[in-house]
């Protein structure tokens, strides 16, 4: 059986990860436990998670000409990535992401975009060739929304099924982006900001995904954590079960999520199916520290999902 192809159009960060007794309250300074740096980013994350799960994968993005440039493209070609649509600028340094962990898992992140915010449309026409190879193109919004647009119109023209995970949140989203995917995926808080209402709970987030539907993507689908997920396409609206697990660092588990959603899809699941599998690889995830370093390789997943990747 062919691998999965996989193509990310999105942002790289190095992650610089401080743990702390609880997240600080505005001007407050505290002593964190533990510092360590990592590699992030959600169209990298999501690029790793696929990876680690068997697919061929290729990464289009941007990188300073610096030391994290450096590391970030050694990260992806020891994981097997394709980088050859990685380019590099001197004009920025390589992207950045502060974060906070408490000991309950929750976050706060800060993202500093540096050579991201330099991809443009000559590298979306650059990756075209990788648009027709892919299952799957995914985005997000850590790049200008301008290229992460083109890159959603070529992935079309090519044929090829689209993934907007529309994040980081903003409520002023064009709709031309939302009409251009083949799925929408946001979390809860970025589905509560495009919807314009609250997404607390399963019913709030099933009438969002309605709503959202309405608006031009092919499908809908919004994560609930360990409530799994929703699901809206023109067959219905239904909930995937998640799974419950003990967290010890949520960070990265919704670009886990993305990235297995994105593997699964690519090898040809039904959407839901790869709904249910994208769950238990996230909630994988945050049973172990760090954001790429906590996304499960092949060979630790449970006997059940090992030999549904066979």
């Not at 059986?1 to 190095?14: D, E, L, Q």
């Not at 505005?26 to 990592?38: A, D, I, P, V």
């Not at 990685?86 to 390589?94: G, L």
């Amino acid at each position: 059986m062919s691998r999965p192809k996989v193509c990310v159009v999105g942002a790289s960060n190095i992650d610089l990860i401080s743990y702390v007794p609880r997240l600080p309250a505005l001007g407050e300074t505290l002593h964190g436990s533990t510092f360590r740096t990592g590699f992030g980013g959600k169209g990298a994350n999501q690029a790793v998670m696929a990876a680690k799960l068997g697919a061929d994968v290729v990464m289009v993005g941007k990188l300073g000409t610096d030391d994290f440039g450096d590391r970030t493209l050694a990260n992806f070609r020891e994981l097997g990535i394709d980088t050859s649509q990685v380019s590099r600028s001197d004009e920025a340094a390589t992207g950045v992401a502060p974060i906070m962990v408490a000991p309950d898992g929750s976050n706060a992140i800060v993202i500093v975009t540096g050579a991201n915010d330099l991809l443009d449309a000559d590298d979306i026409a650059a990756a075209r060739p990788s648009f027709r190879e892919s299952g799957v193109v995914i985005c997000q919004l850590e790049i200008p929304v301008g290229v992460t647009l083109a890159a959603l119109r070529a992935a079309r023209d090519e044929g090829t099924r689209t993934i907007l995970n529309p994040a980081p949140a903003r409520e002023d989203l064009a709709p031309e982006l939302l009409g251009s995917c083949d799925l929408l995926c946001p979390n809860q808080s970025e589905a509560a900001l495009l919807a314009g209402h609250p997404v607390d709970t399963v019913s709030q987030a099933a009438n969002a995904a309605r709503e959202l539907l309405a608006r031009g993507p092919g499908a809908v689908l919004i994560t609930l954590g360990g409530d799994g997920c929703v699901v809206a396409d023109e067959g219905g609206v239904d909930q995937i079960p998640g799974v419950t697990v003990e967290a010890v660092d949520s960070t990265g588990a919704g670009d886990a999520f993305v990235g297995a959603l994105g593997y699964y899809l690519a090898r040809g699941d039904e959407l839901r199916s790869a709904a249910s599998w994208a769950n238990r690889i996230a909630a994988l995830s945050v049973t172990a520290p760090g954001t790429q370093t906590s996304y499960p390789e092949r060979v630790e997943l449970p006997p059940d999902m090992l030999a549904s990747l066979a």
